[in-house]
């Protein structure tokens, strides 16, 4: 008899498919069923995907060790995805594979769902509730046939007769009914224990409690716009086969709305409906409004949920339970049967892109992913990426453009503040404008809110010493490191432009502190590494130690000392750290217990706010100066986001935009919020310098122990590439990344530039299996939004 072999991923990074032998006794396991396998010394669960290949008779071949499923565990189009998803990326199929599983999904546990006891009254109970509460017992007298109960039991079983489904025996012991009277109850056959499994459902939980739809609603009616937008799109997901659209929508032109009108004609076809959002800020929005259209019907799926949560919403995906899925990028992977829409909003965020192994694009796997299952996409957006625009106007997606608000309501209305001038006529290190500060006292006077961006944490940005010169710098890291405050606010006096904290002193060059900084940090946002900031300069000793730029904190303490009766809070990876925090202050700001958002681009992008009608936005122009060929695009996009949260209600909206360079091409596009324009003159740009959409790139970074590892590892693998031919691409470098250091780990670096992905990816696949030492410190990102 022939060996009855399977193909086998494991949750090993860059370790392939492994085949194994299904010993005699086991069946063999379907495509997508989970096993345990060992694996040198371990033992492992994977996932099979499918018949495996005939070895040479020379190799030992292992055995499986169980088989945990009957059936597929991951549905065969999943398998398929990630499958996909691991060739493209240069990743394992384990580690694509894993990325699609609830969290213990490779547990050898069969399942991980939380069982609680419940206690329920039985007839013979029943009966002796009724005897000791009858008329021989009430008038004084006593039946000997009954036993002798405590009053804790009594209690008891008075509780479980009016519940004839039965209590959660937790529920009992809060009403102090000890586990010891539930036990003897049941020795006398009163009551019957048994365990049921609860499912936790994340939308009763306060932080979704605004997703919690009591009941459904209509459909509001549709602009002439989003009607002929409905129109153009229905035909193409009536028609069951993939297609492509991009919505182009001004920011509040009503895009959700359509998604929910493709959702319910796709959902009345008997198919399913996956929502992609970039954050997880948006979820109960987003949520919110699909449960208020479809009820009970709507999952979600997003990291900020409790393991249980997500392997329960897993569960109930899975077994049919649900047609809708509203997640972040991992919800890609849903296991949605017969997705007929799938909807990625803001796809020009950055945030789909995973920065782990795999790293992929969860839009661009949204694209597949559709292709696979023959259904509609529709990537939404009021500031496309470039790669998708393109795409559209190549006529490989449909484009739909919605041009104006709902109800006609006008755009933001945008003034530029030059920095420098200001800075000129003020003080060197003015944070808010006077522009900015009158604007925010006239909206604060009216009973309106107000939304200020910085895309920059911290108090300040560094910190260095006026007399030697010296930068308090990470020693695992290659940056600076970033200055917080303690978490008691510094007292604060006032001065005629602005204020300063007291424990600074002015002089005629700008502010120093001095010595009094107990409570503040110096934090490197890489490596979390963290220390006091220090009295003296720990070079030279010298006193001088000044705070250069400034981030979220200090825009929030000014605000603050401008404003002491204003709600202010800000939004941060500071301030969020714990779960829920998030989504607990957008909500407190959406009903109006806060005046003032101060925040990075987490408050940019999505939000409804009708009550917001000023927008200020702190250096405009913070991450033009990243080496990054995006630059330009994530500041247009960016500002035009952030503008587009103001003005959402009736009253119009205003933004400020604070810059040193006015006159840049993606600050002056965004604030007339001309995308066609941003589009053509970055195009150009792009054209000219060979780089996305017009060819492909990958990056490849090698980590050494020391510099001189790094950049020699990097330079063997460029040389095999070399070796091997470069038909069709080009190579640039090695060198070292702009973070030469991370971490701990020295970092070099190296582009691939090519028109074929498939000719970079095959040749760099072939180098990095020949040197494995190198290739286990080597991340590969293929299609990269970010070059540090």
Same mark, same amino acid.
């Given at each position: 008899m022939p060996d009855r072999l399977v193909s086998v991923a494991v949750p090993v990074a860059a370790l392939g498919l492994l085949t194994y032998r299904v010993p &005699?006794?086991? #069946?063999? /396991?379907?495509?997508?069923?989970?096993?345990?396998?060992? !694996? $040198?010394?371990?033992? =492992?669960?994977?996932?099979?995907?499918?018949?495996?290949?005939?070895?040479?008779?020379?190799?030992?071949?292992?055995?499986?060790?169980?088989?945990?499923?009957?059936?597929?565990?991951?549905?065969?189009?999943?398998?398929?995805?990630?499958?996909?998803?691991a060739d493209y990326y240069l990743a394992g199929p384990g580690a694509a594979l894993s990325a699609a599983l609830p969290p213990h999904g490779l547990s050898a546990r069969v399942d991980a769902f939380k069982t609680v006891r419940v206690a329920a009254i039985t007839a013979q109970g029943l009966d002796v509730l009724d005897r000791a509460t009858g008329?021989?017992?009430?008038?004084?007298?006593?039946?000997?046939?009954?036993?002798?109960?405590?009053?804790?039991?009594?209690?008891?079983?008075?509780?479980?007769?009016?519940?004839?489904?039965?209590?959660?025996?937790?529920?009992? &012991?809060?009403? #102090?009914? /000890?586990?010891?009277?539930?036990?003897?109850?049941?020795? !006398? $056959?009163?009551?019957? =224990?048994?365990?049921?499994?609860?499912?936790?459902d994340p939308f009763v939980d306060e932080r979704h409690a605004s997703s919690t739809a009591s009941e459904v609603r209509p459909p509001r009616a549709l602009t002439a716009e989003q009607q002929a937008a409905f129109e153009a799109l229905a035909p193409l997901a009536d028609a069951r086969r993939f297609h492509a659209a991009l919505v182009h929508g001004v920011t509040g032109s009503g895009k959700?709305?359509?998604?929910?009108?493709?959702?319910?004609?796709?959902?009345?076809?008997?198919?399913?409906?996956?929502?992609?959002?970039?954050?997880?800020?948006?979820?109960?929005?987003?949520?919110?409004?699909?449960?208020?259209?479809?009820?009970?019907?709507?999952?979600?799926?997003?990291?900020?949920?409790?393991?249980?949560?997500?392997?329960?919403?897993?569960?109930?995906?899975?077994?049919?339970?649900?047609?809708?899925?509203?997640?972040?990028?991992?919800?890609?992977?849903?296991?949605?049967?017969?997705?007929?829409?799938i909807v990625v909003d803001e796809e020009h965020d950055t945030s789909y892109k995973q920065e782990e192994t795999p790293r992929y694009n969860g839009r661009d796997v949204a694209v597949m992913r559709g292709k696979l299952a023959g259904s509609l996409v529709v990537l939404g957006s009021a500031t496309p990426s470039m790669e998708s625009y393109a795409n559209a106007r190549a006529g490989r997606y449909t484009l739909v453009t919605l041009d104006r608000r709902i109800l006609d309501r006008p755009l933001a209305s945008v003034r530029v503040v030059n920095m420098r001038e200001e800075m000129a006529e003020t003080t060197p290190d003015v944070v808010l404008s006077r522009a900015l500060v009158d604007a925010l006292g006239l909206r604060l006077e009216a009973g309106e809110q107000a939304v200020i961006l910085l895309n920059r944490r911290g108090f300040a940005t560094a910190m260095f010493c006026r007399q030697c010169g010296h930068t308090l710098e990470c020693p695992n890291c290659s940056v600076s490191l970033t200055v917080h405050r303690g978490r008691t606010n510094s007292p604060r006096r006032q001065t005629e432009t602005g204020t300063v904290p007291v424990n600074r002193r002015q002089t005629e060059t700008g502010t120093v502190p001095v010595t009094d900084r107990r409570g503040w940090r110096a934090r490197c946002h890489y490596c979390n590494y963290l220390r006091g900031v220090p009295a003296a300069c720990p070079q030279c000793a010298a006193p001088y130690l000044e705070h250069v730029g400034y981030g979220t904190e200090r825009v929030e303490a000014d605000v603050?000392?401008?404003?002491?009766?204003?709600?202010?809070?800000?939004?941060?990876?500071?301030?969020?750290?714990?779960?829920g925090s998030?989504?607990?202050?957008?909500?407190?700001?959406?009903?109006?217990?806060?005046?003032?958002?101060?925040?990075?681009?987490?408050?940019?992008?999505?939000?409804?706010?009708?009550?917001?009608?000023?927008?200020?936005?702190?250096?405009?122009?913070?991450?033009?100066?990243?080496?990054?060929?995006?630059?330009?695009?994530?500041?247009?996009?960016?500002?035009?986001?952030?503008?587009?949260?103001?003005?959402?209600?009736?009253?119009?909206?205003?933004?400020?935009?604070?810059?040193?360079f006015p006159t840049h091409y993606s600050i002056r596009l965004a604030c007339t919020q001309d995308y066609r324009a941003f589009f053509d003159k970055e195009t150009a740009f792009r054209h000219a310098m060979r780089y996305p959409p017009h060819i492909a790139m990958v990056n490849v970074v090698v980590r050494g122990r020391s510099f001189d590892q790094a950049m020699d590892d990097a330079g063997e693998l460029v040389e095999r590439l070399r070796a091997a031919g470069?038909?069709?691409?080009?190579?640039?470098?090695?060198?070292?990344?702009?973070?030469?250091?991370?971490?701990?780990?020295?970092?070099?670096?190296?582009?691939?530039?090519?028109?074929?992905?498939?000719?970079?990816?095959?040749?760099?696949?072939?180098?990095?299996?020949?040197?494995?030492?190198?290739?286990?410190?080597?991340?590969?990102?293929?299609?990269?939004?970010?070059?540090?």
């Open positions: &005699a006794g086991l #069946g063999v /396991p379907p495509a997508g069923a989970r096993v345990v396998v060992p !694996l $040198g010394p371990r033992r =492992l669960t994977g996932i099979v995907l499918g018949e495996g290949a005939a070895l040479d008779p020379s190799i030992e071949m292992r055995e499986l060790i169980q088989v945990l499923d009957e059936e597929a565990f991951v549905p065969a189009d999943v398998v398929s995805l990630t499958s996909w998803v008329p021989r017992c009430a008038g004084g007298g006593e039946d000997r046939d009954l036993p002798r109960l405590g009053a804790r039991q009594r209690e008891a079983l008075q509780l479980l007769a009016g519940r004839p489904d039965g209590t959660p025996t937790p529920d009992l &012991a809060e009403r #102090g009914i /000890p586990s010891s009277a539930l036990t003897r109850l049941r020795t !006398l $056959g009163l009551i019957a =224990l048994r365990t049921d499994t609860v499912e936790r959700t709305e359509l998604y929910l009108r493709l959702a319910e004609r796709v959902r009345a076809q008997g198919r399913g409906v996956l929502v992609l959002v970039p954050e997880i800020a948006l979820t109960p929005q987003v949520a919110a409004l699909f449960r208020a259209r479809f009820g009970s019907h709507v999952a979600i799926q997003h990291s900020g949920l409790s393991d249980g949560e997500r392997h329960d919403q897993w569960h109930r995906i899975r077994r049919g339970d649900v047609d809708v899925v509203v997640g972040t990028r991992s919800a890609v992977f849903a296991p949605l049967a017969r997705p007929g829409l603050h000392a401008h404003f002491p009766a204003a709600r202010v809070a800000r939004v941060d990876r500071d301030t969020v750290r714990r779960r998030l989504v607990d202050v957008l909500a407190r700001f959406a009903r109006r217990e806060l005046d003032v958002l101060v925040g990075t681009q987490m408050i940019a992008k999505g939000h409804d706010f009708p009550h917001v009608t000023l927008v200020g936005v702190i250096s405009a122009d913070v991450g033009l100066g990243l080496a990054d060929f995006r630059a330009a695009e994530r500041t247009f996009q960016l500002l035009t986001q952030v503008a587009g949260r103001a003005g959402r209600g009736e009253v119009a909206g205003e933004a400020i935009v604070q810059t040193l470069t038909r069709g691409f080009v190579i640039l470098g090695p060198a070292p990344a702009p973070l030469a250091k991370l971490r701990g780990e020295h970092r070099a670096q190296f582009f691939l530039k090519g028109t074929s992905r498939a000719s970079m990816r095959e040749p760099l696949r072939a180098a990095l299996a020949a040197v494995p030492s190198i290739a286990r410190r080597t991340a590969v990102d293929v299609d990269p939004v970010s070059m540090l």
